[in-house]
């Protein structure tokens, strides 16, 4: 009991420091700080044998047909960024064929200097450096970036466990605590259905043993609810922000939270507390039935929302892209509020995904973050038209750019 204690301070001292520096920075005049790349090198990193670029401080457009290569150039840099790919989750798959590893390296400009880093992989292992320094995988702080890629237009549609899955990503990025606390959760989740699922125990030996995992389900569920709650409301205070700013006449919107325990017990931790105790009583006979876990923050969604209608059900398919298009505008503030940093931007095929004049609003308010961006096209025709300044081209055509 003491060890689960002392676990759940640490979670909300970790939530208070956040939460002590975001309120001071409310009412701070600071700067933020620019951060970008500088430089990247690929050795056999998917279709690229040997390949190295220099990049703008602004934006950089990469071009081409489609399967030439566009989307590795970002793959690999948010790899640098997360320690993770966005597209698989096979090493081998982003070692060129015939090759044993792969080398991601860029250098990093920031107001402290120059840095180094490195990936490399083999199939079944990574290592991360730091000027040469070798990094933990499992503590790995990378840079700051926000992803875009054509397949989170999904996220809106798709089920609610790929919207829960969004929001902890993006909780993660500001309380590093909270991934172990999601980890503990689903553990504690997974040993419940186990003894739900398992027939050689008998119902009174399956009470006793939920009696002892069940305080850890509530402990750790209000944990979860509560930091969704809280960082869904900052997000959503920027979100409303920037869709206005790529689509001001379509009204406001928002992403509700729809916690399984109901919205009314989040105004008070022991409301909720109680809420959650009450549910895994009323529930009860029927997690026995289904042989599952019915009660917690597995259950909960997050409903997008414009002038209060659900998008996934009333929205068009522009709405739909522009949506998810301010999510990640709002990631983007949200790093500003926190790190006091601009993140660095990439865009997998954006253009693709919206009409041309969503697009130009969408670009515009991109020059005014002036940032860092990454982005690739099949069709760079649009851009000619619009004042980015600080940009560069590069034409990328089977595995190689120019």
């Known amino acids: 009991m003491l060890t689960r204690i002392r676990r759940r301070h640490f979670t909300l001292r970790i939530s208070q420091r956040v939460r002590h520096r975001l309120r001071a920075r409310d009412y701070a005049d600071e700067v933020v700080k620019a951060v970008f790349l500088t430089s990247l090198t690929l050795k056999h990193f998917r279709n690229f044998s040997s390949q190295e670029l220099e990049f703008a401080p602004g934006f950089n457009i990469f071009v081409g047909q489609n399967a030439q290569g566009k989307t590795n150039i970002i793959e690999a840099i948010s790899f640098l960024c997360t320690s993770k790919s966005f597209r698989s989750n096979e090493f081998r798959d982003m070692i060129e064929w015939n090759e044993e590893a792969s080398l991601v390296r860029a250098k990093v400009k920031g107001e402290r200097g120059e840095d180094e880093w490195k990936a490399s992989l083999t199939p079944h292992k990574k290592t991360l450096l730091k000027n040469d320094k070798r990094l933990s995988v499992k503590s790995f702080r990378g840079l700051h970036c926000v992803l875009f890629a054509p397949e989170e237009i999904l996220i809106l549609k798709d089920s609610p466990s790929a ?26 989740v997974s040993q419940r259905n186990k003894i739900f699922s398992d027939e050689r125990i008998s119902f009174s030996e399956k009470q006793r043993l939920l009696s002892d ?54 105004s008070s931790r022991e409301a909720l507390f109680a809420r959650m105790q009450e549910l895994l009583a009323e529930r009860a006979n029927d997690e026995f039935v289904r042989r599952t876990s019915l009660v917690g923050p597995h259950r909960d969604d997050c409903l997008a929302q414009l002038n209060g209608a659900q998008v996934k059900h009333f929205g068009s398919q522009g709405q739909h892209r522009s949506f998810v298009l301010a999510m990640k505008f709002a990631e983007m503030e949200l790093y500003k509020e926190v790190y006091q940093e601009m993140p660095i931007l990439l865009l ?40 980015l300044q600080e940009q560069k081209r590069f034409r990328v055509e089977a595995g190689e750019v120019r």
């Open 213 to 266: 995992w069940n305080p850890q389900l509530v402990d750790k569920a209000v944990h979860i609810m509560l930091h969704r709650h809280e960082w869904l409301s900052r997000f959503n205070a920027q979100l409303a922000v920037a869709y206005h700013n790529i689509c001001s006449h379509d009204g406001t919107a928002f992403f509700e939270y729809t916690p399984h325990a109901g919205k009314a017990f989040l």
């Open 163 to 188: 919207r829960r899955r969004y929001v902890d990503q993006v909780i993660t990025r500001f309380v590093p605590a909270y991934a172990k606390l999601i980890r503990e959760y689903e553990r504690v």
């Open 348 to 387: 997998d095929d954006v253009m693709s995904e919206l009409d041309a004049k969503r697009n130009q609003t969408f670009f515009e308010y991109l020059h005014s973050n002036h940032g860092q961006v990454f982005v690739s096209t099949t069709d760079d025709s649009p851009l000619n038209n619009w004042s």
